[in-house]
């Protein structure tokens, strides 16, 4: 990224001097930005043209630009971004009802990329497939909840680290990147509303039990035992299941809050009954909620989703081991491959990549 101007967003906003302009313009640039979500200089109409034409020239203001929105019949939304230097990422925008006491609300969750790519190389996951390319910048993991903002038209209210790439191999980008979205003077979206899942980086998960905010975290397990959750996620093989269920412990301890377990089910690799008994037996230990995703097919993997008769009986399995909340969460966007990585992977096959056209 040689050669490019810097990016705002990269600076937290107490610390935009800009050069020097006045407090209460810095505060109108903010206000553009994070209230009315506009990012170009060119649109910010109460500063002066002269102040917008110094400004743009020593900084970028937009991170990112659409390559393309994929919506799908069940509304579920897709955004395909190519950064500053030619890198794509997606988020995907997800509406859901939700409601307690009788009070229905439709909310909208927002899933959001931390990484160009993953270096953990997963065996079922698009986005190991290529391995890393790069960390995204604090501003390029902001940049995607305000622009996803401006293209829903409203208040982006959950959010959930799982998009491309592991956040937890990123927290330099990110920890900054939570400190905007969490300020009121930010994003304003609160901690509770935030979940970083992770593959199981125990040394950062015992970092992030001390981050102030009380963020949610929800671990992707995959496998009940280390045979099992080897086959398909070579990070186990240096932080095995009982030392990352030690480090969930630790975290549980310290937040006093419940985390999630993930299992996504593939067809005779994870989805036998002894495994759930196995998963029921964690998430007790834990106290952890359990959420269960059957996998989505990936091009070019032979891996495959449990017939739906597997997928309810392991379920049942489950709740019969009594983990203390047990969801299965059928994949939203199926028909869009919203799984993570999956649109780059695609585009990237078709060559979109190497055209950037930013700025
Ligand atoms: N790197 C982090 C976060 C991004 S992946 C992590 O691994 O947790 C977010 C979730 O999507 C993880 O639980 C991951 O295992 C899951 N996932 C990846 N590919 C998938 C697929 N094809 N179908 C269903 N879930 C998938
Ligand atoms: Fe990376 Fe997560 Fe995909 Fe594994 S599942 S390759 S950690 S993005």
Known sequence: MNNMRPLLLDLPPEEWKLGGVPGYRAEQVRNWIFEKGVLEWKGMSNLPAPLRGDLAEQWDAVPMQKVKAQGSTDTTRKFLWRLRDG?????????????TKGVRASRLTLCVSTQVGCALGCRFCASGLDGLKRNLSTGE?????????MEAGRRIDNLVFMGMGEPLANLRALLPALDQILSPKG?????RHITLSTSGLVPKILELAKYPAQVRLAISLHGGDD??????????RTYPVERLLEACERFVEERKKMITLEYILIEGINDDLSQAELLARHARRLNAKVNLIPYNQVDGLDWKRPETSR?????????????????????????IDAACGQLRLKDIQAGLEKIPEYP
């Open 87 to 99: 890198q794509l990422i997606e988020s995907v925008l997800i509406p859901a009802t939700e409601g």
């Open 141 to 149: 993991i902001v940049g995607q909840i305000l622009l996803a903002r």
């Open 187 to 191: 994003l304003g979206i609160g901690a």
């Open 227 to 236: 045979q099992t959750r080897e086959k398909i996620m070579p990070i186990n």
């Open 311 to 335: 997928i309810l009986a392991f379920r049942k399995e489950v709740e019969r081991g009594k983990a203390p909340r047990v969801t299965l969460r059928m994949e939203k966007g199926h028909d």
